[in-house]
T-cell receptor
Framework: KQEVTQIPAALSVPEGENLVLNCSFTDSAIYNLQWFRQDPGKGLTSLLL?????REQTSGRLNASLDKSSGRSTLYIAASQPGDSATYLCAVSGSARQLTFGSGTQLTVLP | ETGVTQTPRHLVMGMTNKKSLKCEQHLGHNAMYWYKQSAKKPLELMFV???????ENNSVPSRFSPECPNSSHLFLHLHTLQPEDSALYLC????????????FGQGTRLTVV
């Protein structure tokens, strides 16, 4: 059974700092990995999708990497802003064709 | 506009009530999903529909009954719920089942009293 772990559970940084969120998964047989953002009480917003054959994806200040063999992904956020404050979720799609989610990292960017 | 619209956004219901959650996607996707998000727990997949056919039921109690009349609409019918069913219910869609990017609605915050 696929398990997804996100570390840290919570992170607080000053505005302008670069930061890295971590995601690990136990079964490397995945189709893709997706990073989402969730604001309090709201739905999920897709940030980046990395196919299993890819190593990284970039969108604006966000860069996600994937090391399938080691079961790890990172989400790099450059020059963080208070508007980046949210919970970031990692999810993998594997052989069961289901998205398995981590518990998320709650990010607070202080002005 | 996310392309996936859920109604209502908030719902309070008694344990003896019957209510329905609605999800509509405007993205032309073939797969639709219901997820449950409880406090301090990861999202849990409840149901999957692919081309209007149910392909997954993750041991969900029968008091939750899904319906998918066409590829654009998904319902979750609720009856005789328990207080522990209070959660954020999220609908999602993707072009194909499992292998493509998933898009989520804003969710329905359900409170069972």
């Amino acid at each position: 059974k696929q398990e997804v772990t996100q570390i840290p559970a919570a992170l607080s940084v000053p505005e302008g700092e670069n930061l890295v969120l971590n995601c690990s998964f136990t079964d490397s047989a995945i189709y893709n990995l997706q990073w989402f953002r969730q604001d309090p009480g709201k739905g999920l917003t897709s940030l980046l999708l990395i196919q299993s054959s890819q190593r990284e994806q970039t969108s604006g200040r966000l860069n996600a990497s994937l090391d399938k063999s080691s079961g790890r992904s990172t989400l790099y956020i450059a020059a963080s802003q208070p508007g980046d404050s949210a919970t970031y979720l990692c999810a993998v799609s594997g052989s069961a064709r289901q998205l398995t989610f981590g518990s998320g990292t709650q990010l607070t960017v202080l002005p | 506009e996310t392309g996936v619209t859920q109604t209502p956004r908030h719902l309070v219901m008694g344990m003896t009530n019957k209510k329905s959650l609605k999800c509509e996607q405007h993205l032309g996707h073939n797969a639709m999903y219901w997820y449950k998000q409880s406090a301090k727990k990861p999202l849990e997949l409840m149901f999957v529909y692919n081309f209007k056919e149910q392909t997954e039921n993750n041991s969900v109690p029968s008091r939750f009954s899904p319906e998918c009349p066409n590829s654009s609409h998904l319902f979750l019918h609720l009856h005789t719920l328990q207080p522990e069913d209070s959660a954020l219910y999220l609908c999602a869609s993707s072009q194909d089942w499992g292998g493509t990017e998933a898009f989520f609605g804003q969710g329905t915050r359900l409170t069972v009293v």
